[in-house]
């Protein structure tokens, strides 16, 4: 047998019996001789009560998250390897992480969408979810924070903050989820602890609190100090392809360099002040019982008080180590159950009210080809069982879930019932999407619905369920679109099928038709999540289609402040319908990205329209919003003042929103438009023989340089790009830097385009160009 089939034997049957006890490889020399074997131990297989039904305090919910190539996928690999899950590590190079199953994450050795894993970890159930790292995949990263507690963050110990370090940080502040940082990659040369210690407190404004110190640096790299306990773990690697599961550890002691334990001693005294200015019930401990040696204070005592500053995200956990050399990783395992938090530690109000009743937030969903639609549940309470029926709040549907499943990677394990803090995976659930809100029937969504109202003490608003439905997945608005075409209308109705697959499986990808021409149009976040979605439609539905030229999505906003009236009088049968609008229009915050768009009514007539006929004008002044004046795009940047709305007896909420409507068109196209453009923020790091190369380059894409920041040997050039100008740019910089630079995007603003570049825009778009 092949060492590949090998593996690839190995994981389906650990897989299929649950394995994992965790081998804990850091605990002794002895236990740790037990490497790759490929029989079962006697005790390395949890009994099944165990596995399905842990105690929730044992419970990890966590992310992994950091900027592309910081190591995401190589650190969850090693976790998996170092907790018994596997039983041979996989290379993102080698394209056989458990993780990164898509055929095109292996081809390109990058993460595209988030992949859910379950493993054992010291008598902890850790449920840890991949995320991607490339800006065209966000939504991964923001519905997966949706349901975690915890999140580690990857850095490049030699790059510190980068780009999408930034966003998927801000994300997590988003979801005030507690995060400990891993500085990977200290086996470069380059790297510098310091140097990433002050970025992260200068670009995330995070507070860090570093617990361990490396023992040498670049290829000498062989272990940490641990801060708490003054311990060395120190791994003697003997050959590129030893494991890393056997290492040292050795307390501290004279013996030792000199400069080395110098430095670990400042180290601890500084972590210990620290900790005392964050947690007040620290502080009062070394007061009161160590006021003379602050050294001597036990290690569990500031494990705890390091645990609760991390818990009330007044501080961040740093640990460093290298992945890929198989250093550090028990560390970080035993940093996530020590420091982030059980799902009971996290409080969500709204869960309360459905006490012991299933609750559960439905965050993503896969399309299997056996199985049919499979859907991600994350459990707040109650218990999921298969062959149940269970309600969907949002569709107000009742399905039946036919299968229950523990989610490991792309290999899934069948389970009779699933507790309150897990994450499951079900199968049957065929009207379900993501952002759902599921119970387990409609009676207990009234039941808390009434808990709901009791405590509040108000009258219901929004509907008997308004309040009792958990917050969804935000999806950003698309920012690059094509036309799509089958290669035969015989093709039309399986493409209509595969995008309708897609499009439930990932929302930030939207499908319209084009009401003039028929086409049909995807809209997606970049190039090359359009490009992934082409790949996915001709790989797995089988389907050879066309791509038009990838197109701009851009904005629309008005110059000035309007005031206009119109008045509908139609007769349709024996109904005579009048109405009369009177509306204003003024410009608000053009520029920010997805600027908001606000409705108003004045005092009076707030107090004066029936409830069906507001939302028949809220409507019709939405629906004038998705179409510009100018070029049909969406408008944002606009508030709308409802000033007077008349309506003769007998007229239809249908008719007051086609009058609102036709008003506002009439409004928007007085008030003279304004074309916005997507903005880049742009960061490529580049030697410095390269850099007036990438200047030129930008200059003439319209680029505006913000700053150029040295990084080692390096350059790092920040930059605000038009978006339309970034076509094929990863090309473009290849070519001009010999492939030695990388880059990244992130939506940076929306900018009204200057009179020259708009006026081509329009004749192109107007065919005369």
């Not at 204070?297 to 180590?321: F, H």
């Not at 009210?353 to 994350?378: E, I, M, S, T």
């Not at 340089?705 to 090309?731: C, F, W």
Request: proline share 4%; charged share 25%.
């Amino acid at each position: 047998m092949s060492g590949r089939a090998l593996q690839t034997f190995s994981r389906m049957i650990w897989g299929r019996y649950l394995l994992t006890a965790g081998l804990q490889g850091c605990r002794c020399r002895l236990s740790c001789h037990l490497k790759r074997h490929y029989s079962f131990l006697p005790d390395d297989v949890k009994s099944l009560r165990a596995v399905v039904n842990p105690d929730i305090s044992k419970i990890r919910n966590i992310g992994i998250m950091a900027h592309i190539d910081a190591g995401k996928t190589t650190t969850t690999e090693r976790m998996l390897y170092y907790s018994g899950y596997t039983r041979a590590l996989g290379d993102v190079d080698d394209g056989d992480t458990v993780t990164d199953f898509m055929a095109q994450e292996r081809e390109r050795g990058i993460t595209i969408q988030s992949a859910a894993v379950t493993f054992d970890w010291k008598s902890h159930r850790i449920n840890l979810i991949d995320t991607p790292g490339h800006v065209d995949f966000t939504l991964e990263v923001e519905r997966a924070l949706r349901v975690l507690d915890g999140a580690v963050a990857v850095f490049d110990a030699s790059a510190g903050v980068e780009a999408q370090t930034l966003t998927v940080w801000r994300q997590a502040e988003k979801h005030h989820i507690p995060c400990v940082c891993f500085l990977n990659k200290m086996d470069k040369p380059a790297a510098n602890l310091s140097f990433s210690i002050e970025s992260i407190k200068q670009k995330l404004k995070a507070n860090p609190v570093l617990l361990q110190i490396p023992v040498g640096s670049g290829k000498n790299f062989t272990g940490v100090v641990d801060l708490l306990t003054n311990q060395k773990l120190i791994w003697k690697l003997k050959s590129m392809r030893d494991d890393g599961r056997v290492f040292e550890i050795k307390a501290l002691d004279q013996s030792d360099d000199p400069e080395l334990l110098q430095v670990v001693g400042e180290a601890r005294t500084a972590l210990i002040e620290q900790v005392a200015d964050l947690d007040d019930e620290f502080a009062e401990l070394l007061l009161t019982n160590f006021s003379d040696n602050f050294d001597a204070v036990p290690s569990i005592k500031l494990q705890e008080a390091i645990r609760r500053v991390t818990l009330a995200r007044k501080g961040v956990p740093v640990l460093c180590g290298s992945s890929l050399r198989n250093k550090g990783v028990q560390p970080l395992l035993d940093a996530i159950t020590a420091y982030l938090p059980a799902p009971n530690e996290r409080h969500h109000d709204l869960v309360r009210w459905y006490k012991d009743d299933l609750c559960a937030l439905a965050f993503k969903v896969l399309h299997d080809k056996q199985r049919g639609p499979l859907v991600f549940l994350r459990i707040y309470s109650g218990t999921l069982k298969p062959q149940t029926a269970i309600h969907n709040i949002n569709r107000n549907s009742t399905e039946r879930m036919s299968r229950l499943l523990v989610p490991f990677a792309d290999q899934h394990v069948e389970i009779p019932s699933m507790t309150a803090g897990n994450i499951a995976l079900t199968v049957g659930l065929k009207q379900t999407v993501t952002g759902d809100t599921i119970v387990s029937s409609k009676a207990a969504a009234a039941a808390a619905a009434r808990r709901a109202q009791n405590d509040s003490g108000a009258e219901k608003k929004g509907g008997e369920h308004a309040n009792i439905i958990l917050s969804g997945v935000e999806v950003p608005d698309p920012v690059f679109f094509c036309t799509i075409e089958p290669p035969s209308m015989a093709k039309q109705a399986d493409l209509e099928n595969a995008l309708n697959c897609l499009q439930r499986e990932d929302p930030s990808l939207k499908v319209r038709v084009d009401p003039d021409s028929g086409q049909t149009i995807l809209c997606g976040m970049g190039e090359l999540h359009i490009e992934i979605i082409h790949d996915r439609i001709r790989r797995e539905y089988g389907i050879e289609t066309h791509l038009g030229p990838l197109q701009v999505a851009y904005r629309e906003t008005i110059l000035n402040e309007v005031s206009t009236t119109d008045t509908l009088d139609r007769t349709v049968g024996e109904r005579r319908h009048v109405v009369t609008v009177e509306l204003a229009v003024r410009p608000v915050d053009i520029t920010s990205v997805g600027g908001s768009c606000e409705i108003t009514f004045t005092e009076k007539l707030e107090g004066q329209l029936l409830p069906g006929v507001k939302e028949a004008v809220e409507n019709g002044v939405h629906s004038s919003y998705l179409q510009g004046p100018l070029l049909g795009y969406p408008v944002q940047g606009i508030s709308t003042l409802i000033q007077d709305v008349t309506i003769e007896p007998g007229t239809s909420a249908a008719m007051v929103s086609a009058c609102v409507s036709r008003c506002m068109l009439k409004a928007l196209r007085l008030a003279g438009g304004q074309v916005l453009e997507p903005v880049m923020s742009l960061e490529v790091t580049v030697g410095e023989e390269h850099l007036s190369s990438v200047l030129g380059d930008l200059a003439q894409r319209r680029g505006t340089v913000r700053d150029i920041q040295s990084r080692h040997d390096n350059k790092v050039l920040l930059a605000t790009v038009p978006l339309a100008e970034m076509m094929g740019y990863s090309t473009i910089l290849r070519t001009v830097t010999s492939g030695n630079a990388t880059f990244s995007l992130e939506l940076d603003a929306y900018e009204a385009m200057n009179p020259q570049e708009q006026n081509t825009l329009l004749k192109r778009m107007a065919g005369l160009l």
